[in-house]
């Protein structure tokens, strides 16, 4: 089975603009969750979908959206990115079947998207 | 915010030696989780441990868990210059939100 797979790897962009980047989960998997990782803030949990809605969000500002298709890969999207959202941005994916996100089962990681914001 | 806290943030060991970790959680959970992580690549699942459970082992790992304090330990035995990495638990909150910890670095020299 192939893993968890994100593009691009490493995204720069400048202040302002928007981003989106891609996650295709393990195939069968129905849930994707995304995390934003810091030096300062560490492992945050942005949102998690499963079947097409999301079903989870954490703490970020609407300017952090995602989407989840048919096929269960999922997009997330940054709107006028400011210099902080520069992190690594990882998705994880499982089959979702428990109720809420990770409940009694393992999560799966893709290697990231590095974004730099200059 | 972040569900757990990590103790030590550092480590470092040499081959050989073992490595423990602790890590402390606020709100009550179903399952915690241990995560290891190599230099900006993604997760690794290591091992879940249900809230009622003490104890699990995997290989060279043993977690404990101990819900009466919110807290949990790994350890790892036996280290290899390959276990150098960030370790990371995890547990889920009342809102079914995967919290992370703010992770321990090891580092095993040979």
């Known amino acids: 089975k192939a893993g968890v797979t994100q593009t691009p790897r490493y995204l720069i962009k400048t202040r302002g603009q928007q981003v989106t980047l891609s996650c295709s989960p393990i195939?069968?998997?129905?849930?994707v969750s995304w995390y934003q990782q810091t030096p300062g803030q560490g492992l945050q949990f942005l949102f998690e979908?499963?079947?097409?809605?999301?079903?989870n969000k954490g703490n970020f500002p609407g300017r952090f959206s995602g989407r989840q298709f048919s096929n269960s890969r999922s997009e997330m999207n940054v709107s006028t990115l400011e210099l902080g959202d520069s992190a690594l941005y990882l998705c994880?994916?499982?089959?979702?079947?428990?109720?809420?996100?990770?409940?009694?089962?393992?999560?799966?990681f893709g290697s990231g998207t590095q974004l730099s914001v200059l | 915010s972040q569900q757990g806290e990590e103790d030590p943030q550092a480590l470092s060991i040499q081959e050989g030696e073992n490595a423990t970790m602790n890590c402390s959680y606020k709100?009550?959970?179903?399952?915690l989780q241990w995560y290891r992580q190599n230099s900006g690549r993604g997760l690794v699942h290591l091992i879940l441990?249900?809230?009622?459970?003490r104890e699990k082992h995997s290989g060279r790992l043993r977690v404990t868990l101990d819900t009466s304090k919110k807290s949990s330990s790994l350890l790892i035995t036996a280290s290899r210059a390959a276990d150098t990495a960030s370790y990371f638990c995890a547990s889920t909150d009342s809102w079914g939100k995967l919290q992370f910890g703010a992770g321990t670095q090891v580092v095993v020299t040979p």
């Open positions: 195939s069968g998997h129905r849930s």
């Open positions: 709100t009550s959970i179903n399952n």
């Open positions: 979908y499963f079947s097409e809605t999301q079903r």
């Open positions: 994880a994916s499982s089959s979702g079947l428990s109720t809420g996100t990770g409940t009694n089962e393992k999560l799966f």
């Open positions: 441990i249900r809230s009622n459970e």
